[in-house]
């Protein structure tokens, strides 16, 4: 493995794809290309390193280290049999397979994955007389098997456990929203830790958490307890060490506030969990209050939210969007907010017109994310922001 010039792809969710590029120069990633929820760039090893502690809107990173053409499953078989897997391996560690297929001629993906498992075994039986452990709940080494028609191409997947698992995690909700795109979500509502933070239906407090992060410059794999690369037969140790000190010690003050709302109890107490495991409580409040009774206390603001439509929420869907319009006319004047939802007419329930309307994924659900921009009467019209319309 060249380990100077990797060639490096990273996912993400749609619509973050601009994000996460944006992530990626910043952190030295170079010929940086946005693909479609994924963007490819080159570095070194320690670029790699960086990239999987500090990223925030990575799902996965992996580097491609095959790619082959093959008409037939025979063909298949031999170029991976003959591929040195030694380098990338040992035969005392596990290993498991993920695998994407969009092709004719290969069109099942379980007896592909078979296939490939097959050829690395069977390479190592002939070379040291030994078959490695295949695990595909926790392996050491993961791989990536890609076959777009003909195309084939086989990564190494750096990351192990996808990187939304953040680690800080301790209790949730009904249907936390997910840390990638929670981070994504305050990346395009121009969240950068200056002025104050509200969420005023945080759940179990990823929004909170996230917004924390950033605010301070606190790497997003703090509290993660290991990647797949660590596995690698070239891991540099003293490397990544020396990466995760210099990162740490970019972190800086936060002079404004992170507040968040919840009429659901057993919520707080799920934010507060995770807020204590992330060690926020310095920065993050969490209160028992109800949005629509509440009243502007914190200047300037921004608001981003996910309004929960699960069994938490009891009362009329529509009555419940119209409130959150209401709320914000009646008591946040002069304020930027933002909310995401599935409901694709959530902005005719909500009745006013947002500023800037962005598609997001989450999970498979399609939902939009919304700006909302406030001011009161005299100031109406004003300074408005019209991107995106």
Known sequence: MDTE?????????????????EEVRKLGGRNVEVKNRAINCEGDLGFLYKINYSCRTALKIIVPVMTFKAWDENKFY?????????????????????????????????????KMKDAIADYFVLKYRKRPNVDSKNPQIKFHLHIDRELVTISLDSSGDALFKRGYRREQTVAPINEVLASGMLQLAGWDGKGNFLDPMCGSGTLLIE????????????????????????????????????????????????????????ALEAARANIAAAEMEDIITVQHKNFFESEKDLF?????????????????????????????KQHYPNTLAWLISADLDAPKKIGLRPSRKIKLYNGKLETRFLQYEMYDGSKKGKHRNTAGE
């Open 5 to 21: 010039n990797l060639q490096i792809q990273i996912k993400t969710f749609f619509g973050l794809e601009e994000i996460l590029a």
């Open 78 to 114: 031999d170029k991976i049999f003959a591929f040195p897997w030694d380098e990338y391996m040992t035969v005392d560690q596990s290993f498991a397979i993920d695998t994407t297929i969009n092709s004719e001629r290969f069109t099942h993906s379980q007896f592909m994955m078979l």
């Open 211 to 266: 917004a924390a992060m950033i605010a301070i410059d606190l790497p997003a794999q703090t509290f993660r307890k290991g990647f797949a690369f660590q596995n690698w037969k070239n891991y540099d140790a003293e490397l990544f060490s020396t990466i995760k000190e210099v990162r740490l010690n970019r972190v800086r003050e936060f002079s404004g506030k992170i507040v968040g709302y919840d009429v659901d109890e057993q």
């Open 300 to 328: 300037p603001l921004l608001m981003v939210f996910n309004p929960p439509y699960d069994e938490r929420i009891s009362i009329n869907e529509d009555d419940f969007y119209k409130k959150i319009g209401d709320t914000f």
